[in-house]
Nanobody, 122 residues
Framework: QVQLVESGVGLVQAGGSLRLSCAASGSILSINTMGWYRQTPGKQRELVAAITSGGSTNWADSVKGRFTISRDHRKNTVSLQMNSLKVEDTAVYYC????????????????WGRGTQVTVSS
């Protein structure tokens, strides 16, 4: 069974920085895309940033130039460096792994982490 576990300090002042990390565990053969999503109460979960196995990235316009995504393919980890944080970045941040192939299945599956709260105070 594949699991995603997020980590990172959750409270920071506006203008500050925060780093989130996510580790995928299990008998993983490959992962296509790893990324971060966020969700606030009453709103749909939205993409923050994602990175493919080939290194292509996809970004939310609201975080371009402030956030950086990186990935370690050998360790199956993905990190999100968030700089110049704004109050509106406050949300629950979820790690996602798309197109995961593991030894127990011939299918590709997607997985979500449980989420970690990020609060940016003014």
């Amino acid at each position: 069974q594949v699991q995603l576990v997020e980590s990172g300090v959750g409270l920071v002042q506006a203008g500050g920085s925060l780093r989130l990390s996510c580790a995928a565990s299990g008998s993983i053969l490959s992962i296509n895309t790893m990324g971060w999503y966020r969700q606030t109460p009453g709103k749909q979960r939205e993409l923050v940033a994602a990175i493919t196995s080939g290194g292509s990235t996809n970004w939310a316009d609201s975080v371009k130039g402030r956030f950086t995504i990186s990935r370690d393919h050998r360790k199956n980890t993905v990190s999100l460096q968030m700089n110049s944080l704004k109050v509106e970045d406050t949300a629950v941040y979820y790690c996602k792994a798309d197109g995961v192939r593991d030894v127990s299945s011939s299918y590709y599956s997607d997985y979500w982490g449980r989420g970690t709260q990020v609060t940016v105070s003014s």
